[in-house]
Every structure is written in C-alpha cells, then in structure tokens.
C-alpha cells in the first residue's frame, strides 16, 4: 500500500471512528441503552483506534539512532 492509499485508508477510519463516537454517545443516552450493543460498539471503536495507529506508524520512516 503506497503512502496516498495508506492515507486515504486512515481517513475512512477515523471517520469511522467520529461516527462510532456520535453513535455511541446517542446510545448511552437513550432511555433503551442495550449494554451488549454499546459494549459491542465501544470494542469496535478501540479497534479501529488500533488499526489507525498502525497505518499511520507505516507512514513514519524508521530512524536509527
């Protein structure tokens, strides 16, 4: 994967992630907050902040010291 699809994959998952957050908040807030859901949805949101991380630890040159 080149720098520009590594970068454009990085976007589309921290979209994601914006996207988890506001679903998860409403979620949380709703008077039929459904825990397995939520908790589903949480896990998600965290793997997604793992994959991100990775992705974007490719896009830094390794440096010797």
Do not use: G, V, W
Request: zero cysteines; a negative charge.
């Amino acid at each position: 994967m080149n720098p520009e699809e590594t970068m454009r994959r990085i976007e589309l998952l921290k979209q994601e992630h914006r996207d988890l957050d506001t679903a998860i908040t409403a979620l949380a807030h709703s008077s039929l907050a459904d825990q397995l859901q939520l908790a589903r949805l949480k896990k998600r949101k965290l793997m997604l902040r793992d994959e991100i991380a990775l992705l974007e630890d490719t896009l830094i040159p390794d440096i010797i010291a």
